[in-house]
């Protein structure tokens, strides 16, 4: 199994799951007052958003990562296989943290769920990474050894902040949601990927 | 990250929001006057036609951006990841706009809302292109200067004109369609995407 | 825009258009007699089958088509876009039809929307051939000028076909869709593809 | 048909269906007491994961086939479509075993036709080998001859192994849904793919 189609399929996955996420905004249940409806669903469209700019994000880093592999080999496959079954599973936390907050009832709940799936997500990325960098088992020859030790650190770190989603989502769903897309902000320019980046180049 | 690979992401999404759309369709309620019930839906049809239109042929031109750029880097990447954000959450209005039409009601609302989000869209084309052209960023060196400053005022004039379909919106439903279509015939032949189509060759 | 691109995009359309398709199969309403519930929807299996055929061998002839084309220009792309919308648009019509039949309400109704979505996309496959073969204008070189006659005239007569359907489907819901399965088993096999490709050997 | 359309076509398939899996899973029917609601679900994520997990390894054992294949032919194809046909209906009957898990009724019902399904797949690769391989119509050259035979006894046991699924469901759901996500990891790690992948080298 090359590389490249691993990419290729984890690409496909990466992109229907982002796309499929509008199927997850609830429906207007009523159309004689619709703009008051659409105005009442702005937490589905703000989960939406959120959720869109990490799976995003995510699909950026994948690739940063995938460039700095050698080969790929079976338990990498699998491993990438269960980061991408948590990929795809974002919908469905992301639509009931949207309906929970529009009907103004469980909130919270649906908070801690997104977290815990967003939790799980960061998992499979740090379990993911140990396993291609540990002993420079999948690595390419040109990715630097000093640079290997810092990514793990903040790989293992990372997987710690999604923890403290969970205990935000405890509090408030909206600063829950706040933070997750804060997180998805700093996985867009944080020292990782930019170091990783710089390394490829 | 390769401009291949961003290219190939995006037509994803591109792929998948337009196939969608049919599930926004609103399903008969009842089977035993189905003909009437199926007629009824036409609204449903109009809009899912109109909005297939726009998304193919945001594809295309897409494609004819993305053949003058040299390369891309990360915050056009980011801005690319905004406007496919725009683009995937067309089926939403889309189907809002047909149910709307055929309860008649909240017809003016929905079309309202169709229209935000055809603006939010040109206002991320725009973005997307100043960003790109900005002292010739990202662009090839094959691209004529002269064609910059003609296309750049294209895309802002463009955005502007998304504003009166709101304005139309407000007004009568079916027309605010009408002019969604007519739009999307005009980039399909329209002088940005036939001058930089012709630059090309 | 190549050749390649548009194969790539159309593809795509193809591979999520039949893979939606099972959304549209109804779901039980009830589990305490869910045997009698899961064979009572057979209908809806039949017409999920009979569409994933269709659209599975349109896909395949999509591509012996465009294996014979030298280049596209952009009346053809456009062409293509109409052809898709109405191969993305099966899913409407399929999951109407299998629903219909379950109910046992509306079947004829629903086998004739069902052929006349199946017509329009006739209508759009020969538009697409006509304006590529005409005067050879988007053609191969090594596609012979007698094929091209021959090829035409049963792409003209295949249209015409489809318009019996519709008249089936007046008669009988269940040989409509019996009829669309045997147009699909004779496209998989007919003279026109087994004649392309057999020239582009 | 090249063999490496027919790979990507399928591959997006695959994708298509292992992300639309998610849509399957049941949504909280009300917020007041979510946490519950969720937790009650729990056999709806075991279905999705399970599935997840089939359709994944099935993807990785399509693409070790098509690394001993010389080349596709036609009737190879639409053994293929008719592989494709069963993975992409794999969702629907997945939500039904999580959906009648959750109401604690159908349960066993639900997992024979999980069951069947599942069948109905083994049987299509089953027939998809004994084509590509019998006679070495499509293997490459460098294919062992005595793998050959392995492989196909293998296929064949593999095919009857499945229907003893729907003796286990017969008696119980759980342990059909648990023998299910057995054989795919037997699957992930078994002697015929790790046999024909240790060939490809």
Redesign the interface.
């Known amino acids: 199994?090359s590389k490249g189609?691993v990419e290729?399929?984890s690409?496909?996955?990466?992109?229907?799951?982002?796309?499929?996420?509008?199927?997850t905004?609830g429906?207007?249940q009523r159309?004689?007052?619709?703009?008051a409806e659409?105005v009442r669903q702005w937490p589905g469209y703000a989960a939406?958003?959120v959720t869109?700019?990490v799976i995003?994000?995510m699909?950026?880093n994948h690739?940063?990562i995938f460039g700095h592999l050698a080969r790929v080999d079976?338990p990498f496959?699998?491993l990438n296989?269960l980061l991408?079954?948590t990929v795809?599973?974002l919908?469905?936390p992301t639509?009931?943290l949207g309906?929970?907050l529009r009907?103004g009832?469980?909130a919270r709940?649906?908070a801690v769920?997104y977290s815990i799936v967003m939790t799980l997500n960061a998992f499979a990325w740090a379990a993911l990474w140990l396993y291609a960098s540990g002993r420079r088992r999948l690595l390419h020859d040109s990715f630097p050894e000093e640079q290997r030790g810092i990514t793990t650190v903040l790989f293992v770190v990372g997987s710690m902040v999604y923890i403290v989603g969970i205990g935000i989502a405890l509090i408030n769903a909206y600063a829950c949601l706040a933070f997750h897309g804060a997180l998805a902000a700093y996985y867009?320019?944080d020292p990782i990927s930019r170091g990783l980046?710089r390394e490829r180049r």
Chains 1, 2, 3, 4 share one sequence.
């Open positions: 199994m189609r290729a399929f690409d496909g996955v990466f992109a229907i799951a982002i796309t499929l996420l509008v199927l905004i429906q207007p159309f004689d007052d619709l703009a659409l939406y958003m869109f700019a995003g994000i699909w950026f690739h940063v079976a496959l699998y296989l991408l079954m795809a599973f919908p469905y639509g009931i309906e929970a009907h009832e469980g709940v649906a769920a867009a320019v980046r």
